[in-house]
């Protein structure tokens, strides 16, 4: 099939959405489609070496990249992070403008849009009238009231941005047109399925949005030494943004009992990372936490196999890849039960709390710990089934599995199935 892919964010040497936009596009030529992909030139001499690199490669000579750039007083706003959001509109619709002369030539038989993989941003392609697929998105989450004064300038980091993605929802012809035109929209958690829906989106799939390489993944769990007579060793790894709740983390493990022994090393940095001392101490744990600030990629499996427990509450999470990465490598996981945490993390590979109030909520997390240092042998069980868990979501797996599913439950996709039936990795919502 010839495929027509937007990958706004697209770098095989980078993570997150760029890393994400790659794989796409190197899986879907991997199920044999001839790939044309629309991204920016931000990544253009990565990727171009990347290809020449794997020329012998049958997969790279079915990868057609299609740089499109924006106009300059657009990169010259992509400075600053408002400008972010107009260059990639104003790239929307110069990429609309290329794949209209593109399709003419080629005839696609269906449109992926992958990144960005916001909600609210949406895509110009359903203007081609052709099969349209969309995501996994995200965007439909809304932090917790009830834990606000765990994130600094709620009024900026939250009620703004609220206003601005009820406006762009609201007042954007893209995004319900967008939903409307799809013939299936993939959502990377429940409350994003639920806006989908609301904007009129016909047929929603709740899938799992991240994926690993299957070398990241062991052949079998690898056991942690034994609990007694040392410390619980607790991890917290992300960019230290307000969202992903290190001011909570702390706040709860502030109220574990003394008796309990734990160390917490914390890796990442970002724009909050100023607070983080006055946090750890008015958490009193001076003496329980290392702040190694921002680390190396390549040394974060060592941190994940070197720990018992990782611990990240975010507060407004897509779905953080750090928990897949985590479940990899058999560390169990303590987290909020929401957003896509609830949705994508099993209960038997860690302890989701409920959202309650911040200090039911902390305390809640605070006896979970207890608990989990009174009863070392679930920590195991948990790792054990966090493996199990993970191997399902290879890249390769993810794109087949996804594309098999958007396959059946949109015939209008019928030709994204690959040959031979992968992993599940949709249901329908």
Not at 146 to 153: E, I, N, Q, T
Not at 168 to 191: C, E, G, I, K, Y
Not at 294 to 303: I, K, L, N
Not at 397 to 412: D, F
Request: aromatic content about 10%; overall charge positive.
């Amino acid at each position: 099939m010839k495929l027509l892919l937007s990958a706004y964010a697209c770098n095989p040497n980078h993570g997150s959405e760029e890393g994400n936009g790659f794989n796409w596009l190197w899986e879907s030529a991997a199920l044999g489609h001839e790939v044309w992909c629309l991204t920016t030139p931000r990544g253009q001499a990565d990727l171009t070496k990347v290809l020449a690199d794997r020329a012998a490669d049958p997969i790279a000579r079915r990868i057609h990249p299609v740089y499109v750039a924006a106009p300059r007083f657009a990169e010259f706003a992509y400075r600053w992070q408002p400008g972010v959001y107009l260059h990639y509109i104003v790239w929307q619709y110069r990429a609309w403008r290329a794949a209209r002369q593109l399709d003419a030539q080629e005839d696609f038989g269906a449109v992926h849009h992958v990144t960005y993989n916001s909600l609210q941003m949406a895509s110009w392609l359903w203007r081609l009238k052709k099969p349209l697929l969309l995501g996994p998105l995200g965007g439909g989450m809304v932090a917790p009231k009830a834990l606000r004064r765990y994130l600094p300038d709620w009024f900026k980091t939250e009620t703004v941005r609220t206003f601005i993605s009820s406006l762009l929802s609201t007042f954007d012809p893209n995004v319900r047109q967008s939903m409307r035109h799809a013939a299936l929209v993939m959502t990377a958690n429940s409350d994003t399925a639920a806006l989908a829906r609301r904007l009129g989106a016909h047929k929603v799939a709740l899938t799992m949005s991240a994926a690993l390489p299957a070398s990241f993944i062991p052949a079998a769990y690898e056991p942690r030494a034994p609990l007694a007579g040392r410390e619980l060793r607790i991890l917290w790894l992300a960019r230290i943004y307000p969202r992903k709740g290190l001011h909570l983390t702390l706040a709860a493990l502030g109220q574990v009992d003394k008796r309990v022994r734990f160390h917490l090393d914390i890796m990442g940095d970002g724009p909050s990372g100023h607070l983080v001392h006055g946090w750890i101490a008015e958490a009193g744990l001076q003496d329980r936490v290392t702040w190694h600030g921002s680390v190396p990629y390549a040394t974060t499996r060592a941190a994940y196999l070197s720990h018992d427990l990782f611990m990240l509450c975010s507060l407004r999470d897509t779905y953080a890849n750090q928990y897949l990465e985590s479940m990899a490598l058999g560390l169990p996981i303590l987290t909020l039960d929401h957003h896509g945490a609830a949705d994508f993390i099993p209960d038997a590979a860690g302890i989701k709390v409920p959202v309650q109030s911040a200090e039911a909520t902390t305390a809640a997390l605070a006896r979970a710990v207890e608990h989990l240092y009174d009863h070392p042998d679930e920590l195991a069980q948990m790792g054990r089934a966090g493996i199990v868990f993970a191997a399902q979501y290879t890249q390769q797996k993810l794109v087949a599995g996804l594309y098999q599913q958007a396959a059946e439950l949109a015939p209008e996709l019928a030709g994204l199935a690959p040959q031979a039936k992968p992993v599940a990795a949709a249901t329908p919502v």
